[in-house]
């Protein structure tokens, strides 16, 4: 017997039939001896078509309290239909939206934050054996406004709900069985995780993998609430993602999993002058601009001058360029150039704490293919290079066979 939240994406609840499918999985572990609460998403598409509909009306610019109305209403949708589906199955459920539940948050629309959980509500219905279903991304403010959490907001409800309530495990299901070692869409060998770490998912999910969101393994591995991403359509454990086993750190992969990130773009501002304050007065600005920046590499400077290369959003490069250029002059700049075509491949695991030579290893396999590395970031836990795009696949395959991810770890 345990104490559950289980949360479901739009893709999982996107047909009436997908919610009875839905309510059927909760029906079993209730009848298991589990209790549960349920987090839900808006129905897939829902959000898009809420958002081209407040479009419609405010074409320049939608009035982010009136937006967090409406699109608040997907998820009002789902949690009344999955109740309705559940007392259906002869099981008593009842639904809450955030307001209800009193999810507090700050005032920020679209992008609120929550600071507390009333779990009063929720508890007394668990304790008279309800299933409780509330709706994910959505709060309310101290004056009463509904307030939303941004995109993807449902898995942190998720998580915030499991902390508050000290429930024993919080259950992303989606339509992925688990965390991979790579997308198996590029490599067809990629393993799925039983278990990883916060700090690994932490970086897999800040690399481009988009199994979770970030905010949501942030909350999970602040107030250690273990999450598991399960499979809504097919059975099976999934990956659980927990705090790092210092007693298991022998047995650890060097490496766990490789990340890419398509969306990234390339610039560069060659022969400025290499002084203090150069790095701000390029990207001082940039940042006023409200765009944000990767990776930043600053070459060696030679007869006074120096080379400043940064990486921004791919949708950003245009915009950025033309910026810059239009600075050029003010920066003393010799010339200002990028690529749009470029993508960065990072490899992650807690393994390599304690394991020197991980970056000459990656480096030669990725060599030993032609693949040239145009930039390298690293932290404790992580090395990522910037590539040309048209090697990303290449790439993703050999350092998935150099580490041999496709093999179950052996332990002695």
């Given amino acids: 017997m345990a104490f559950l939240v289980k949360k479901f994406g739009g893709t999982s609840v996107g047909t009436v039939e997908r919610i009875k499918h839905v309510a059927k999985l909760l029906v079993a572990a209730k009848q298991s001896g589990d209790d549960v609460v349920v987090v839900v998403s808006a129905m897939s598409g829902e959000t898009n078509r809420l958002v081209a509909l ?3 009306m405010m074409p320049a610019v939608v009035d982010v309290r009136e937006l967090d ?3 608040s209403t997907g998820e009002q949708v ?13 099981v008593e459920a009842r639904s809450y939206t955030g307001s209800q539940v009193r999810i507090l948050t700050d005032s920020s629309h679209s992008k609120a934050r929550i600071i507390n959980i009333d779990k009063a509500p929720i508890m007394n219905d668990i304790e008279q054996g309800h299933i409780v279903v509330v709706a994910g991304f959505q709060g309310v403010d101290e004056r009463g406004n509904i307030t939303t959490l941004g995109r993807g907001g449902s898995d942190t409800s998720a998580v915030a709900l499991a902390a508050a309530l000290g429930c024993d495990e919080c259950q992303i299901y989606t339509d992925v069985d688990g965390v991979y070692t790579t997308d198996p869409r590029v490599e067809s060998r990629a393993r799925r995780l039983e278990k990883i770490t916060f700090e690994e998912m932490l970086e897999m999910a800040s690399l481009g993998s ?8 942030e909350f999970a591995g602040k107030y250690n609430v273990p999450l598991r991403v399960l499979s809504s359509f097919e059975p099976g454990d999934g990956t659980l993602i927990t705090l790092d086993d210092e007693e298991n750190q022998m047995e650890q992969a060097l490496v766990s999993g ?10 560069t501002v060659a022969g400025v002058a290499d002084k203090p304050g150069i790095a701000y007065s390029i990207l001082g600005p940039i940042a006023d601009l409200n765009i944000e920046v990767d990776v930043i590499l600053q070459n060696i400077g030679e007869n006074g ?15 950025v360029i033309e910026f810059l250029k239009s600075r050029q002059d003010e920066l003393g700049a010799e010339l200002i150039h990028g690529n749009d075509r470029i993508v960065k491949l990072s490899i992650v695991g807690v393994g390599m704490r304690s394991h020197a030579g991980i970056a000459s290893r990656m480096f ?3 060599a030993d293919n032609g693949i040239n590395l145009r930039m390298i970031t690293t932290s404790e836990i992580k090395i990522s290079v910037v590539i040309d795009e048209n090697f990303l696949e290449l790439g993703v395959r050999s350092l998935h066979e150099e580490f041999e991810l496709a093999e179950p770890t052996q332990t002695s």
Wanted: proline letters at 0%; glycine letters at 4%.
């Fill in 54 to 56: 407040a479009r419609e």
């Fill in 69 to 71: 109305v409406l699109l």
């Fill in 78 to 90: 789902t949690i009344a239909l999955l109740a309705m589906a559940l007392k259906e199955l002869g």
């Fill in 210 to 217: 988009k199994v979770l969101q970030i905010r949501a393994v």
């Fill in 258 to 267: 490789i990340a890419f990130n398509r969306d990234e773009a390339q610039i």
């Fill in 305 to 319: 001058l120096t080379d400043f290369t940064f990486t921004v959003h791919r949708d950003e490069y245009g915009r």
């Fill in 364 to 366: 030669k396999a990725l």
